[in-house]
């Protein structure tokens, strides 16, 4: 795999679509951060009890959502059907639980770029990797071509997969090979570089707490893009930024803006 080329995306992206500004994985969140001028976003993909892709974080509605239980015991119809926006703010009630596939259809419309994470459930790595891979690659089938995968021949316009689970990347990448993929990672630890090679990953995505100067030199001097989650702070966005890091995603929208970059 090639290595050393430049991060084709945009540097600063919305967390979840909006951040704080809106409720999170939702396409009202999508709208937030393009309205303030966000041209990529992050979000996370599980899957609904039907098999379908849909946007949310906890593996339990209560914290996002008016249902209770397992975001499995539904279907994507029914999450759909579930208020998404009432725990973030008035102005977002009945904003419902979206598919993925939505999500993509107005990502495209709006030129969106996109991280898309992985977010399996417990025990479904794989057919989350599988179900979110085929659905990506479906909605963006026209910019994808061999090898499309590897930093040297990625299409900007198309997302880039990353998951903390390598089973979920790795079925991803079985049925969408030309969707380039990142591992996260909390903490990076010594076999880093193995696990990359592994699963033919392009970028290392990790939690900037605990990343040192140091640690980001290897990664960008090894050829790997480097990209942290969740800063708010512009000042330690500029830091990271010196360090070479490639890009970022952040909550505070309003105050880590595209322009830092």
């Not at 990672?185 to 939690?207: C, I, M």
Request: aromatic fraction near 6%; charged fraction near 20%.
């Amino acid at each position: 795999m090639s290595h050393h080329q430049p991060w084709p995306y945009p540097r600063v992206l919305a967390h979840r679509g909006g951040g704080t500004l809106a409720p999170e994985n939702t396409l009202a969140g999508l709208r937030e951060g393009v309205a303030r001028g966000f041209r990529g976003a992050e979000f996370d993909a599980m899957l609904a009890g039907d098999g379908v892709p849909v946007l949310i974080h906890d593996e339990t509605l209560e914290r996002t959502t008016t249902g209770r239980g397992a975001v499995s015991a539904r279907t994507a119809a029914q999450l759909a059907a579930l208020d998404a926006g009432r725990w973030h703010s008035p102005r977002f009630a009945g904003e419902p639980v979206p598919s993925l596939e939505d999500a993509l259809r107005y990502a495209r419309a709006a030129g969106l770029w996109l991280n898309v994470e992985i977010k399996p459930a417990k025990d479904q790595a794989e057919p989350t990797g599988l179900a979110v891979g085929l659905t990506v690659a479906r909605a963006y089938a026209d910019l994808l071509r061999p090898g499309g995968d590897r930093a040297e021949h990625v299409d900007a316009r198309a997302p880039l997969f990353s998951s903390f689970q390598p089973p979920a990347l790795a079925a991803a990448r079985a049925v969408a090979p030309n969707i380039p993929r990142g591992l996260l990672l909390a903490r990076v630890p010594p076999d880093w570089r193995a696990q990359l090679e592994a699963l033919g990953a392009v970028a290392l995505h990790t939690n900037h707490k605990h990343l040192t100067a140091a640690q980001a030199g290897e990664i960008k001097q090894a050829g790997y893009w480097l990209f942290c989650y969740t800063v708010d702070e512009p000042a330690r966005v500029r830091e990271l930024f010196d360090w070479g890091m490639d890009a970022i995603c952040t909550d505070r929208i309003d105050l880590v803006t595209p322009d830092l970059a």
